[in-house]
Every structure is written in structure tokens, then in C-alpha cells.
């Protein structure tokens, strides 16, 4: 069965730091590949999201992830980061199987130092 | 002009209750789903409907029970409450089809005392 990783549980950095999420599936199959923030007290929203084509996908507040298909991975990557950036990342995949179903990893607390 | 919404957005209730969770969506799409996030911040999907029709079916307690009276709606009915079904429930919708985005509700937090 397919699955997500995320390595990262909890990670601390000050604004303007550059920031690096790891993100690894295990399907040998053909993936969609997304990045979900969920801010303190509010709900998911999506970052970013691969189906195909470029594999290096920017999203929206300056963040961008790379597929690399050869590593099973989708790190997201932040050049700069922000205060505002303090939130819950969560890498998710979907297969093209029949059922559709999300696999979400478990999780990055991200804390930016002020 | 609010997408995908659930009712309520907090649920606090005693061991043993009978509780249901709302969500209604106004995208048009044709495929909705309930999500739990436990304590530990990992979701997991519970149930999926697609046209009114269940599609999917995680292993859940039969204490929960999914039921779409049309697309637009798919309320979760959880009967005799436990402990351990305090966490948060997100329900989000997309179109048919892995290549199509889901869209989630603000969540619904449950605490069962």
C-alpha cells in the first residue's frame, strides 16, 4: 500500500532562513503530489500541487517543491521564510487507482523565530 | 460565497451521545469525503461518496455512519460517543477523478467527555 513520509516533525527557523520540508512516497505507479498548510486554528489549504509536466511546481507565497521521480520525493522549499509562515505542513499523494483516495503524510510543525 | 462548510465548528458532548456533523459544498463537484485528524495532527480519510453512491469505506466503527441526502451534502451521524473520537473532522469535495483537487471545510473539533 502507498505511503506518505514526512521526517521533519518540528522544525524552528528564523525569518528569512531558507527552508527544505522532506516529503517521500512509496508508489511505483503514476502520482499526484500535493503540499497542504493548515495555519493555527484554521483549516487546510492547498499549497501546491504536481499532476505532470515540470517537475518543479511553484505555489502560492513564494513557495515551490520539486519532483524527483528517481527519489520518490517532493520537498517544499521556501527561499525566505516568514513569520506568517508558522503553520502545519502536510505532503499528500493520490494514485490513479480506481478509489481516489488521499494519503496525507503526517505532518511538519513549522515555527518561524520573529 | 463560503465553498465547502461544516456545521458545527465545535462539538463538545458526553460518553455515549449520538452526534451528527454537517457539511455542504457549493462548487459543484460530484464527490465528497470525511477526513479525521487526531491528536497527532494525522489525517486520515473514513469515507468518500461520489454521486450519493459510497465509494469509500476505511475501517471505521460501525458507530459512524455517512448519509448524502444529495451531491451537495454529506453529513457524519457517530452513535454512542467514545473517548476516542475527540479529534477533528474535515470534510472536503472535488471532482471526480485523483487529478482533481480536493477542497476542505474548516474542520468540526469533537470533544467527548
Known amino acids: 500500500a502507498q505511503s506518505v513520509s514526512q521526517h521533519n516533525h518540528h522544525v524552528i527557523l528564523s525569518e528569512a532562513a531558507s527552508l527544505e520540508l522532506g516529503c517521500n512516497y512509496s508508489y511505483g505507479g503514476t502520482v499526484n503530489l500535493f503540499w497542504y498548510v493548515q495555519y493555527p486554528g484554521q483549516h487546510l489549504q492547498l499549497l501546491l500541487k504536481?499532476?505532470?509536466?515540470?517537475?518543479l511546481v511553484k505555489g502560492i507565497k513564494g513557495f515551490e517543491a520539486e519532483f524527483i521521480k528517481s527519489k520518490f520525493s517532493f520537498n517544499l522549499r521556501k527561499p525566505s521564510v516568514q513569520w506568517s509562515d508558522t503553520a502545519e505542513y502536510f505532503c499528500?499523494?493520490?494514485?490513479?487507482?480506481?478509489?481516489?483516495?488521499?494519503?496525507f503524510g503526517k505532518g511538519t510543525r513549522l515555527h518561524i523565530l520573529p | 460565497d463560503t465553498a465547502v462548510s461544516q456545521t458545527p465548528k465545535y462539538l463538545v458532548t458526553q460518553m455515549g451521545n449520538d452526534k451528527s456533523i454537517k457539511c455542504e459544498q457549493n462548487l459543484g463537484h460530484d464527490t465528497m469525503y470525511w477526513y479525521k485528524q487526531d491528536s497527532k495532527k494525522f489525517l486520515k480519510i473514513m469515507f468518500s461518496?461520489?454521486?450519493?453512491?459510497?465509494?469509500i469505506n476505511e475501517t471505521v466503527p460501525n458507530r459512524f455512519s455517512p448519509k448524502s441526502p444529495d451531491k451537495a451534502h454529506l453529513n457524519l451521524h457517530i452513535n454512542s460517543l467514545e473517548l476516542g473520537d475527540s479529534a477533528v473532522y474535515f470534510c472536503a469535495s472535488s471532482h471526480r477523478g485523483s487529478e482533481e483537487t480536493q477542497y476542505f471545510g474548516p474542520g468540526t473539533r469533537l470533544l467527548v467527555l
Open positions: 461518496y461520489n454521486n450519493k453512491e459510497l465509494i
Open positions: 504536481y499532476f505532470s509536466g515540470d517537475p
Open positions: 499528500a499523494v493520490t494514485t490513479m487507482n480506481r478509489d481516489d483516495k488521499i494519503i
